[in-house]
């Protein structure tokens, strides 16, 4: 006669296994399910008797994602708008079962659009404890609207920011189950092999965003073949959820691309690369009575018209220059910073400070500060940041650089900083065209003393 635990338990494996509730295996190398025996489990659950309830409602609650950095109105992507509730706008089945997929729009205080992607539990946004991530704990991760990546765009787990009024086409060829973005170092290469890869059955594929009031339409790949969904409301806004291994990406961790759709140019579809198929081929659009499509497979064969912008001067090159004083000073850094950046003792950073003259109000402008270095054996001060935050116009800026370098007295003078002002990457309309407000050339610099 069958242990009428263990036959309890073989059923409760297999419902858990359909619902793909987390208690899976460990991300990449160590991917060996870790259960306790079968009688235990019945045991448990007998003893336990409301845990039988919550398997068939939902995972146990975890502790809530953390955000990467601080919470912030003013800085970064800023924070959702006061009133917005940020409910989910658009599900898809997970193609194995269990929670579905589900994906919230939102605007922030500083001008962006952020779309957050994730599981979803009910009415509620988040990431599972499953495949190393939060200790593979096995429990569902509430994910708030106020979790935006730590920089402009950038990622957060599956979460995308761009500046309103642009479209925004984002992939993931090697999405995991738990809607925890993969990091570049978990896809370890080794010389003439294969990138290290998780399991296909843990990968989706992924793809999210908004193509504006005009999009009618997103075709995609699939297994089988290309499929045409609609997009939905009046962003556009459509989400793609797939089984994984069947796209070729040379991108490990995701890929966005920002664009443009107008009844004048449509900009929405990235170029092909040799060895990288992108999941969405095509995208169709209506303009008035007049329907059209970029990209390929796409049921409408009208090509929408796509106008390339003429930048004079290049590319966010600034159109004039102030010639503002720079102060720069320069920091000593301990042995063992110098060490870890592999570079000689003493080393450096920058600190500049400036008199900003625009205010910065939304992440659609910014101060950038970029080294340059002509002197081909100098210490190479090759770093560039941004403010990423509000200025208040003539506000006294003191700001440090992020990379480290060493000085060489002969090349002091073809070495330093610049600081520009202008449109963040991707914003449509800047207050001001890209302005060079001053350099500093190392030469220059208040170089503190070795004691």
């Not at 404890?129 to 593979?136: E, L, V, Y």
């Amino acid at each position: 006669m069958t242990d009428p635990y263990t036959s309890l338990a073989r059923q409760l494996k297999a419902a858990a296994e359909r619902q793909e509730s987390g208690r899976g295996g460990r991300r990449l190398w160590s991917w060996r399910l870790r259960r306790a025996p079968a009688v235990a489990i019945a045991v448990a659950l007998v003893l336990v008797g409301g845990a039988v309830a919550l398997a068939a409602t939902g995972l146990l609650e975890g502790a809530p994602v953390k955000p990467e950095v601080e919470r912030s109105a003013v800085r970064g992507n800023g924070l959702p708008l006061a009133g917005q509730t940020g409910g989910v706008v658009l599900r898809a089945a997970d193609p194995s079962g269990g929670l579905p997929w589900g994906m919230r729009v939102l605007r922030t205080t500083r001008g962006q659009i952020c779309l957050q992607v994730g599981r979803v539990d009910g009415s509620r946004l988040g990431e599972l404890g499953t495949d190393s991530a939060f200790g593979d704990d096995g429990r569902f991760h509430a994910l708030t609207a106020d979790v935006l990546p730590p920089g402009y765009g950038g990622s957060s787990g599956q979460v995308e920011c761009h500046p309103f009024g642009r479209t925004l086409i984002a992939e993931d060829a090697y999405a995991d189950r738990n809607a925890v973005r993969l990091l570049p170092e978990e896809f370890p290469e080794r010389p003439g092999r294969t990138p290290v890869t998780p399991p296909t059955a843990n990968l989706r594929t992924l793809a999210y965003g908004l193509l504006g009031p005009h999009a009618v339409s997103v075709t995609f790949r699939t297994p089988t073949g290309l499929r045409t969904v609609p997009a939905r409301g009046p962003g556009g806004a459509f989400l793609i959820v797939e089984p994984g291994g069947y796209v070729e990406s040379r991108s490990r961790v995701g890929d966005s691309i920002l664009g443009e759709a107008s009844s004048r140019s449509v900009s929405v579809i990235g170029p092909s690369a040799p060895g990288n198929r992108s999941i969405v081929t095509a995208v169709t659009f209506r303009f008035g009575a007049r329907l059209c499509s970029q990209g390929t497979g796409a049921p409408v064969h009208a090509s929408c018209p796509t106008v390339r912008p003429r930048i004079r001067g290049g590319f966010l090159r600034p159109t004039r220059d102030l010639h503002q004083r720079i102060e720069l000073t320069l920091l000593r850094q301990s042995v063992a910073a110098c060490r870890a950046a592999y570079l000689l003792n003493p080393c450096y950073k920058g600190r500049l400070e400036f008199r900003a003259p625009y205010a910065v109000t939304s992440a659609s402008s910014d101060y950038t500060i970029q080294g340059f270095a002509s002197c081909p054996v100098g210490g190479r001060p090759e770093t560039g940041w941004s403010l990423e935050r509000d200025v208040r116009a003539r506000e006294t800026i003191r700001t440090t650089s992020l990379g480290l370098f060493v000085l060489t007295p002969g090349c002091l003078a073809h070495e330093g900083f610049e600081v520009q002002y202008g449109p963040t990457f991707g914003a449509p309309g800047p207050p001001h065209a890209p302005v060079m407000l001053g350099k500093v050339r190392l030469s220059e610099a208040t170089v503190p003393s070795a004691g």
